[in-house]
C-alpha cells in the first residue's frame, strides 16, 4: 500500500467536517481526549465528531470541543451494519483518524468518502488499507499517549493545548463529594477489576495493601468497578471487614456512572488499580495512580508523569508478556501473580504518599 498523502501535509490541509474514530478501550479513548483539544486549536471552525461505542460514550459526551458523538453498538447485527455505514457516509466527512486501526473501524473509514484517512502504524487486520496517510512514529514501541502526541505534532500544534477532560455535571460532582465527605482521613480508591485474567492482582494483595494503608495512615477505602468487578469487590470487602477493624470500607462497585466516576475519581486522594481503564481516567483526572502491572509493562501502558507509582515482576522471564491467558504450565503458571511483592507494593504506596503531600502517617 502506497500512501499518497505525506504527513507533511498535515500542517498545511483545511478540512470543515472532522472525524475521530477510537470507539474503545475504555483506557485508550481517555488517553486519545487530549486531542479534542488541539484538534479544535487547529481547526476551530470545523465540525469534529468521534465514533465510539455506546458503552462508552459517556467518556467524550459533552466535550466542549467535540460537536457531534457517534455512539456504535458494535455488538449489532449483520444486517444491521449497512444502515450504520450508510448513515456515517452521509456524514460527508472530509478528514477522518482511524486511531483504533482494526477491521471493524476500517470499515467507518472506508465508507466515509473522506480525502484525507489517516491511520496509525498500529494497524493491524488491514486497517491501513483504506487510509492514505499514515503518521509515523506511531508504532507499538511507544506507549499510547505518546503515539497521540506524535498525531498533535504532525498536525503542527504544540503541545500547550494538551488536556485530559471528561464533563461532569454539577449533579455528577455533588455526588462524588457526598460519597468522599462519608470517609476521613487518606481517602484510597481501590479497583481490582481487569479485562484479562493475567491483568488481575490477587484480592489477598489488595487486602492486604488496603489494611496497611488503613493502619499506617487512618486511610479510608472506597471500591470501584463495574458491574462486572462485583465479586471480587465484595470478596475484598469481606477481608478487610476480617482484617481491618473499625476501617471505613465503602463499595461502590457498580453504582457510578462514567461521569460519575470520573468525579469521584478527581476527588480521591489517590487511587490504586491494576491496569486497566480507571487508572488511566484518574491520571487523567488529575489523581496519583499506584499500578499494579503484571503482564503489561508500566511503560508502555501506564499512565505519564512522575506523580505516579508501579509495581512490576521485573525478574521474571515472562514479564511483559502481553498475553492474555498465561500459557506456562504447572508451578510457573500466573507466576506474576504469585510473587511475594507485598512489601514492595508498601514502598510504593508511601512513596506516592509522600511524594504527592498527600498525608502524614497515622501516630
Not at 455533588?174 to 479497583?191: T, Y
Request: aromatic share 6%; hydrophobic share 40%.
Amino acid at each position: 500500500m502506497i500512501f499518497q498523502v505525506p504527513t507533511a501535509r498535515l500542517t498545511d490541509i483545511d478540512a470543515d467536517r472532522i472525524c475521530v474514530i477510537k470507539p474503545s478501550a475504555f483506557g485508550d479513548i481517555v488517553q486519545a481526549l487530549p486531542l479534542l483539544p488541539v484538534l479544535r486549536a487547529r481547526f476551530p471552525e470545523s465540525h469534529l465528531a468521534w465514533v465510539v461505542k455506546r458503552e462508552l460514550a459517556d467518556l467524550v459526551t459533552g466535550h466542549p470541543c467535540l460537536d457531534e458523538v457517534i455512539a456504535v453498538d458494535f455488538r449489532s447485527r449483520w444486517s444491521q451494519w449497512a444502515r450504520i455505514l450508510t448513515d456515517f457516509r452521509q456524514r460527508k466527512f472530509d478528514l477522518v483518524f482511524d486511531l483504533q486501526g482494526l477491521a471493524r473501524t476500517a470499515c467507518f473509514t472506508a465508507v466515509s468518502g473522506a480525502a484525507l484517512r489517516v491511520g496509525m502504524e498500529t494497524a493491524r487486520e488491514g486497517a491501513n488499507l483504506p487510509c492514505n496517510c499514515l503518521i509515523e512514529n506511531t508504532g507499538r514501541h511507544l506507549p499510547a499517549h505518546a503515539r497521540y502526541r506524535h498525531v498533535a505534532e504532525t498536525l503542527g500544534i504544540g503541545l500547550e493545548h494538551w488536556q485530559t477532560l471528561v464533563l461532569t455535571s454539577a449533579k455528577d460532582r455533588s455526588w462524588s463529594r457526598r460519597q468522599v465527605n462519608r470517609n476521613s482521613g487518606l481517602v484510597v480508591a481501590i479497583h481490582t477489576g481487569a479485562r484479562w485474567p493475567t491483568k488481575q492482582w490477587p484480592v489477598a494483595k489488595f487486602a492486604a495493601l488496603a489494611s496497611r494503608a488503613m493502619g499506617s495512615y487512618s486511610a479510608s477505602i472506597i471500591l470501584i468497578g463495574g458491574r462486572e468487578d462485583r465479586a471480587l469487590g465484595g470478596q475484598l470487602e469481606s477481608t478487610l471487614a476480617a482484617q481491618a477493624e473499625g476501617g471505613s470500607v465503602l463499595n461502590l462497585i457498580g453504582q457510578s456512572s462514567l461521569k460519575q466516576l470520573a468525579a469521584l475519581l478527581g476527588d480521591v486522594d489517590l487511587l490504586v488499580s491494576n491496569d486497566s481503564g480507571p487508572m488511566h481516567l484518574a491520571a487523567g483526572m488529575g489523581t496519583p495512580v499506584l499500578g499494579t502491572f503484571t503482564c503489561t509493562d508500566p511503560h508502555l501502558s501506564g499512565p505519564p508523569g512522575k506523580q505516579h507509582e508501579w509495581i512490576h515482576p521485573t525478574q521474571l522471564p515472562c514479564s511483559s508478556c502481553y498475553k492474555k491467558t498465561c500459557p506456562l504450565p504447572g508451578s510457573r503458571q500466573l507466576a506474576c501473580l504469585q510473587q511475594d511483592d507485598i512489601d514492595q507494593a508498601w514502598q510504593a504506596f508511601q512513596k506516592l504518599v509522600q511524594k504527592n503531600r498527600l498525608a502524614r502517617p497515622a501516630a
